[in-house]
Each structure stands twice: as structure tokens, then as C-alpha cells.
């Protein structure tokens, strides 16, 4: 149910899907977007907000998330995964499926659907495993998970290694006109590896995974998709030849997307210098080299979209031996701050191209509503200052987990606002 209705005064709208950069006031009623244009007057029970100086877009959304719940809530659940999302700026947010249990079952999907929207945050959308148990076996019923609630099907964390089986799924996907995500990651390859192979890893004495490893695979879901005309969602793309593979792939017409995450953006495996766990992810840190290649996937449109795969742990599990730390970092709060600074402040977008990235293309990928401001779509609107600088501090992070490379960072720009539905889900800007 949405509160009563929100009237954002004088702010600069930005909302690609409309091809709209200008000053502009926004109104809100009954959960929906109702005009988007300069001297509006709100219903007389309106709460008017002074938006000058502020960016309003179309509700950020981040398609790759982990929220841990079912069976490890120490990490995350659904709710603070939700809360977290709308503390950073996300009105929505797709949750992967290896949980304990496994979504792999229309019940399950169910359970991920209906807790998130009694969160009463984020909007939480979830995904179904593409095999039983993420084994890479059997496929799960696509079909009834979809039905469900499933947005996506997807092994993440868990490569799908038989071809077979891929094609399966892409093939059955494109009758549900849902996308197929997968973590692209030869293990034969990999198997043993902790961190980028390379200068670093030798220098640590840690055994590393090589480019190969992610490129076998980045290349074997192309040649599969083109041949079964899926879509095929590549995540957390990390390599140069990986981005150059999928901008070949999108010139011949393959059905693919793909993503870049914060931490490819911005880091390398020097991060991981004395054996900072807080920097260990899988697909790793790589090279100066493939973070630049990646950032030039994200500037022409290679890679669609900006997505966080936030993965929380417990403070523990991060303070283990570097080789025994599970991989992943959170992202959630600091995503937006992050991009402002280092991708929008750099002039890497603008930002239209920006706001594109991180709202209208991924719902456009993953068939989600919003992504837009026009009349009559859902109420959902991230309300940013792109002048506030704040500093990175896991200790306030809104998330159970508080694993970032990030801490300390000095960062400009920050999410003020999040409406989701017409009802404030984070709001800086009150009193």
C-alpha cells in the first residue's frame, strides 16, 4: 500500500527510457508515477520535497544479489538484504538461488517472493536454479519456478560445466522469455585457484586462477546461445578477451547481456597485497589490463549493466587463512558512491548512460518492471545528492555483513532518497 502521495520539486530528472535530462518535478500517487514535468501542484495531502540540487531517477536495480536466506542468515537475510539495498539507492534487487536449501523448486521461489515483500524495502525478485541442486546435472522445472516468481534461471557460484545441459536450458528459457545467467568459470581451469593468476599471486605464493578459466567459459555460453538463439546473461564479466568475446558476439546478433561490477571497475589483484581477504571474489581481481578493458566495456554499451553481486559473510569466515576465506565482498550500500566517483566523476558516463546501466537496462534484461519515469509505471524512484561526500564505514553498513575493500574510502555522491511504490523506503532528506 503506498503512503499518500510524493511531489519532488525542481530536482534534475534523469530517465534515459525517455530520453529526459532537465529540471523537472516528479509526482507520485496510488504507488505510480503520475506526471513528470516542470510546475506541477500535488494533491493538497502531498508531501512536497525540495529536490533542488538533487538527481531523480528511475529506481536503481542491482540483478545480482545474494541474501543468504534460507540457511545462512549469520550473513544476510532477505530483509537486511532488502534494507540494504534501499539504504544504497536499489528500489529492486534479484536474489541468486544458492541458498541452503537451494532455490530450486517453485516452493522455495515462493518463500524468496513472499519474504521480500514483507520486507516492505527493496523490492526482492527471485531467481531458480538452472540444475537440482546446483549440481550441473539434472535441470530444475524451469517452468513452475517461472510461474512462481523466478525472473531468471541461474547456477551462480556454480558454472555450468556440461554444454548439454546449457543448451537445454537456454533452449527451454526462450519459451519462459526469461534469461539464462551463468558464472563463467572453466573449474578444470581453475580448480585450486584463490586469486588472479599472475605477477601478484606468484609474489604471494598463491596459486591463482587464470584468464582462461573465465574466457573458455565466456566463449562456450556464446557459441551455445548464438546456436540456440537464447539469452544467455553473462555475470560479472572480468577479463579483456572475455568483453571483446561478447562485443563480437553482440555484433552478430547473439542473445546476450552482461555485467560489471564495482570492484572489476575499480580494483586489481594488487588489492589483494597482504593477503587481504576483504579482496579475495570470485571471479578475482585481475590486471590493470582487464580493469581497463572492463571500464571500456561498461562506456560503449559491451557490458549492460552495473551489478553489485553482493555477497555477504560473517566476520569470521573472512578472518581465516587467505586460502580458506570464502570469496565475495558486500556492495549493496557503496555501489552508487563508488560509480559516482570513479566512473561518473572521471567521465567515463554521463549521466544518462549512467542512470541506463543501473536502472533501465537491467530491468529491460531481466523483463522487470520500472526502469523508467513514464506515467503510469511503478513508483519507484532513487533520489541522489551528487555533491555529498561521505566516507565508507562497514561498521554503519545497514547489511549483516560488513566484508568491503571499500572501508575508508572518501567517496562523493550518495543515494538521499529511496521511494519504492510511492513509500519511502530510506529517506535522508525528512525533517
Avoid at 525472473?151 to 545441459?165: E, F, K, N, R
Avoid at 579482496?279 to 549492460?304: H, I, Q, Y
Avoid at 567515463?348 to 530491468?363: F, G, H, I, K, N
Amino acid at each position: 500500500m503506498s503512503d499518500r502521495p510524493i511531489l519532488l520539486r525542481g530536482g534534475r530528472v534523469v530517465d534515459p527510457s525517455r530520453d529526459l535530462d532537465g529540471l523537472a518535478d516528479v509526482l507520485l500517487d496510488d504507488g505510480r508515477v503520475v506526471a513528470v514535468e516542470a510546475g506541477l501542484t500535488g494533491p493538497d495531502d502531498a508531501r512536497v520535497v525540495d529536490a533542488s540540487g538533487l538527481v531523480v531517477t528511475p529506481g536503481l536495480i542491482d540483478v545480482h544479489v545474494h541474501l543468504r536466506e534460507p540457511g545462512q542468515e549469520h550473513k544476510e537475510t532477505i530483509a537486511t538484504g532488502a534494507r540494504a539495498a534501499a539504504a544504497g539507492g536499489f528500489t529492486s534487487v534479484v536474489a541468486m538461488p544458492n541458498t541452503d536449501p537451494v532455490i530450486d523448486s517453485p516452493a522455495l521461489v515462493g518463500f524468496v517472493a513472499a519474504e521480500g515483500r514483507r520486507a516492505a524495502a527493496a523490492r526482492v525478485y527471485p531467481t531458480g536454479a538452472i540444475s537440482l541442486g546446483l549440481k550441473g546435472e539434472r535441470m530444475a522445472p524451469m517452468g513452475e519456478m517461472v510461474e512462481a516468481g523466478a525472473v531468471a534461471i541461474t547456477d551462480d557460484g556454480h558454472p555450468v560445466m556440461d554444454s548439454g545441459l546449457m543448451r537445454l536450458a537456454l533452449e527451454y528459457a526462450r519459451g519462459f522469455d526469461v534469461p539464462v545467467a551463468d558464472h563463467p568459470e572453466d573449474l578444470g581451469l581453475s580448480k585450486g585457484g584463490h586469486m588472479n593468476e599472475g605477477l601478484v599471486s606468484s609474489r604471494l605464493g598463491v596459486r591463482g586462477k587464470p584468464n582462461a578459466s573465465e574466457d573458455v567459459h565466456i566463449v562456450r555460453d556464446l557459441l551455445v546461445a548464438e546456436f540456440t538463439g537464447g539469452h544467455i546473461h553473462l555475470q560479472h564479466v572480468s577479463t579483456a578477451f572475455g568483453v571483446e568475446s561478447i562485443r563480437q558476439a553482440k555484433a552478430r546478433g547473439v542473445h546476450v547481456t552482461a555485467e560489471a561490477s564495482p570492484h572489476h571497475l575499480l580494483l586489481t589483484d594488487e588489492a589483494v597485497e597482504g593477503y587481504r581477504t576483504e579482496a579475495k571474489m570470485n571471479p578475482p581481481l585481475r590486471s590493470a589490463v582487464d580493469r581497463d578493458a572492463v571500464v571500456e566495456g561498461l562506456r560503449d554499451g559491451t557490458l549492460d549493466v552495473i551489478a553489485t553481486d553482493h555477497a555477504p559473510h560473517h566476520y569470521d569466515e573472512k578472518e581465516r587463512a587467505f586460502d580458506d576465506a570464502p570469496n565475495g565482498i558486500v556492495g549493496l550500500e557503496t555501489s552508487v558512491g563508488l560509480v559516482l566517483t570513479h566512473i561518473l566523476g572521471k567521465g567515463v558516463l554521463d549521466w544518462p548512460t549512467l542512470v541506463e546501466r543501473m536502472s533501465t537496462q537491467p530491468a529491460r534484461a531481466f523483463g522487470l518492471p520500472g526502469g523508467t519515469l513514464a506515467p503510469g509505471s511503478p513508483g519507484d524512484v532513487t533520489v541522489i545528492d551528487p555533491a555529498l561526500s561521505w566516507t565508507v564505514d562497514p561498521a554503519a553498513f545497514v547489511s549483516r555483513s560488513r566484508n568491503t575493500p571499500f572501508g575508508g574510502w572518501e567517496l562523493t555522491g550518495r543515494a538521499v532518497a529511496t521511494i519504492v511504490g510511492g513509500r519511502f523506503v530510506h529517506d535522508a532528506l525528512a525533517g
